[in-house]
C-alpha cells in the first residue's frame, strides 16, 4: 500500500511493480528534470574535418527530488522509476534531510532507449 500525503497533489512512485501491481511508495515530488540525450563521435575525412556523426546509446535521464514518511526506505539500484510518463531504471539515490517524521530524497535514473522497460 503506498503512503499518501495530504493535501492531494503531485505524486511520484517508484520501486518494483508486483505482480498484484503494488509498488513501494508514493512521495510529494518537489522539482523533476529530464534530459533527452545521447553519446556521440564525429567522424573525420581524411584531412580531419568531421563529415559526418555517429550519435548512438540514447537515453533520458531523469532527476527527481521528493518529500517521503521518514519510514519510506530509499529505492534501490536497479528499482524501476516512474515519474509521469517518463520511467527508466534507478542510479543512484541521496537523502537531503530528515526532520520531524520526514526525509528529502533526490533520485537519478535513466531510461536507455535499447533497453528493455523498466517496469
Same mark, same amino acid.
Given at each position: 500500500?503506498? +503512503?499518501?500525503?495530504?493535501?492531494?497533489?503531485?505524486? #511520484? +512512485?517508484?520501486? +518494483? +511493480?508486483?505482480?498484484?501491481? &503494488?509498488? $513501494?511508495?508514493?512521495?510529494?515530488?518537489? !522539482?523533476?528534470?529530464? %534530459?533527452?540525450?545521447?553519446?556521440?563521435?564525429? @567522424?573525420? &575525412?581524411?584531412?580531419?574535418?568531421?563529415?559526418? @556523426?555517429?550519435?548512438? &546509446?540514447?537515453?533520458?535521464?531523469?532527476?527527481?527530488?521528493?518529500?517521503?514518511?521518514? #519510514?519510506?526506505?530509499?529505492?534501490?539500484?536497479?528499482?524501476? @522509476?516512474?515519474? &509521469? #510518463?517518463?520511467?527508466?531504471?534507478?542510479?543512484? !539515490?541521496? %537523502?537531503?534531510?530528515?526532520?520531524?517524521?520526514?526525509?528529502? @530524497?533526490?533520485?537519478?535514473?535513466? %531510461? $536507455?532507449?535499447?533497453?528493455?522497460?523498466?517496469?
Amino acid at each position: 500500500m503506498a +503512503v499518501l500525503i495530504k493535501p492531494a497533489g503531485v505524486t #511520484a +512512485v517508484w520501486g +518494483v +511493480v508486483t505482480a498484484e501491481g &503494488d509498488t $513501494f511508495a508514493a512521495a510529494k515530488v518537489q !522539482s523533476m528534470s529530464v %534530459k533527452h540525450g545521447a553519446e556521440q563521435e564525429p @567522424l573525420p &575525412d581524411k584531412q580531419g574535418e568531421t563529415t559526418g @556523426l555517429a550519435i548512438y &546509446d540514447a537515453k533520458d535521464e531523469l532527476t527527481v527530488e521528493v518529500i517521503v514518511e521518514t #519510514a519510506t526506505p530509499e529505492p534501490a539500484l536497479g528499482d524501476a @522509476l516512474k515519474v &509521469d #510518463a517518463v520511467e527508466g531504471i534507478v542510479l543512484g !539515490s541521496e %537523502k537531503k534531510w530528515e526532520n520531524k517524521g520526514w526525509k528529502k @530524497l533526490a533520485i537519478t535514473g535513466t %531510461k $536507455f532507449h535499447a533497453f528493455p522497460a523498466a517496469t
